[in-house]
């Protein structure tokens, strides 16, 4: 539009001020030429540098040059083939020797009017010069010439490209208005579809695209989305429903089978390696099937929302950790000031007790863990550091996968899910935990959820 709107402006500006310049110029041509019908009876012929006629002629021809130069403020003059004046206004006003006047009396004298004069711009302060042969009997013998000042044509010229400048700013302001509705509409449906990605992006499953305004490319979109996100939900709901399912139907034979094992174990020496080889493999097995159901529950509970004291809640689940990093050799500690955060309680401390405790876990006898509370904007984080050997690159990329446990520790306790679980109680409730390096060694855990509902 602005293209289209340039394209047009820019020719009507300069036809305005050439017809500006062209009506200026006609009207100088017909005072010339009623000036060289008065000069034309003029009888006198120059004798001396200025001939003094008291011809009447001559005296109508004098006053209507003064007349004219006091309204117009246009000088005027009739001057001989050598360049004396029959009569000019002002009086002192004379034929220079060289100049655009000099230039446009010899056209004249070749029985030519003068050319047109360049285009003047608003910018320029030039004046207008014309010529017109006095012609008697056939021949030349004299040229009126005006010299016009531009002030008064500059003035219009720019008043016209003003009008035109404010006529295309007020049609670019309203092709802008046309066009930020136009896009709203066409990007509000956009919008709405990016925030509903990103709430499921973010664990509210439930979240879906009100399939109403926009063109109707976007509305099947919207509706298309919904049914896509209908059926992923379907899906991890079957999913979630199998697991929980699964590690409550497997639970009672497994129970059934320790009991046995166990009455097994009575009837054979109490050193022996099979029997207790087996009966660790059965307790792991089932720490696997309790943290599948806690994991379902997890992805399935909906979070009790409130406001709840970060501060509080970690010196809470310092002093119950506390024995067993003692226990260990581990120096646990906290800087735990008052924090609010919007967060399940229950959750939360759950999320940290598996964070704390895989710290505890992971790190030697001898090193330390530090879990920090803090607020960071619209944020309230709980970040726990350990002096352990840490995650590579590649590991700390899959920190927090089900089942997944570095090739390092695969002889410490645990079965690997209780970093996913953390993962999914802190969504539930719009929270999220991050992982990076220590310094200088060891993983740095943040727990951070939202400052306020």
Not at 169 to 182: D, E, P, S, Y
Request: hydrophobic content about 45%.
């Amino acid at each position: 539009m602005a293209a289209v709107l340039l394209a047009l402006g820019v020719p009507l500006a300069v036809s305005t001020a050439s017809a500006q310049q062209q009506k200026v110029v006609v009207d100088r041509i017909d005072d010339t030429a009623r000036f060289a019908a008065l000069a034309q009876f003029v009888t006198d012929t120059p004798t001396t540098a200025r001939p003094m006629s008291t011809d009447d002629r001559l005296e109508t021809l004098r006053r209507e040059l003064a007349s004219y130069y006091g309204v117009y403020g246009i000088r005027a003059g009739v001057f001989y083939r050598n360049a004396s004046s029959m009569a000019n206004a002002p009086e002192d006003w004379v034929l220079p020797a060289t100049g655009e006047v000099r230039e446009a009396f010899g056209e004249a004298l070749l029985s030519r009017r003068s050319h047109d004069p360049a285009q003047v711009w608003p910018w320029q302060r030039t004046r207008l010069v014309v010529a017109s042969p006095v012609i008697r009997d056939g021949d030349v013998v004299a040229v009126v010439v005006t010299d016009s000042p531009t002030g008064p044509m500059r003035s219009r010229t720019l008043r016209d490209w003003l009008l035109i400048g404010a006529g295309e700013c007020a049609a670019m302001l309203l092709a802008v208005g046309a066009a930020l509705r136009l896009t709203g509409w066409v990007l509000r449906p956009v919008r709405v579809l990016d925030a509903t990605t990103h709430a499921i992006a973010s664990g509210r499953l439930k979240s879906r695209v009100a399939a109403a305004g926009g063109p109707p490319e976007l509305r099947r979109l919207a509706r298309a989305f919904n049914e896509m996100a209908d059926n992923v939900e379907d899906v991890l709901e079957q999913q979630r429903a199998f697991v929980a399912d699964a590690s409550h139907q497997l639970r009672n034979p497994l129970s059934a089978l320790l009991l046995r094992i166990e009455l097994l174990a009575l009837e054979l020496p109490e050193d022996n390696e099979e029997i207790a080889s087996v009966r660790t493999e059965g307790k792991r097995l089932a720490q696997v099937l309790d943290d599948l159901l806690d994991l379902a529950l997890a992805e399935h509970a909906e979070a009790d929302l409130m406001t709840a004291d970060l501060g509080r809640l970690a010196e809470e689940r310092i002093a119950a950790w506390a024995p067993a990093a003692a226990a260990k050799g581990v120096r646990l500690t906290g800087n735990c000031p008052p924090t609010t955060g919007w967060a399940d309680p229950v959750t939360l401390s759950s999320a940290l007790d598996a964070v704390i405790d895989n710290a505890v876990k992971f790190t030697p006898e001898g090193g330390a863990v530090e879990v920090t509370v803090a607020a960071d904007g619209d944020v309230s984080t709980v970040v726990v550091t350990d002096s352990g050997p840490g995650l590579t690159d590649e590991e700390l990329a899959r920190v927090g996968d089900r089942f997944w446990r570095s090739g390092r520790h695969q002889n410490v306790k645990g079965s690997g899910l209780g970093l996913s679980i953390t993962r999914a109680l802190l969504a539930a409730g719009g929270g999220a935990i991050e992982y990076e390096h220590g310094e200088p060694r060891g993983l740095r855990v943040t727990v951070k959820v939202p400052r306020g509902g």
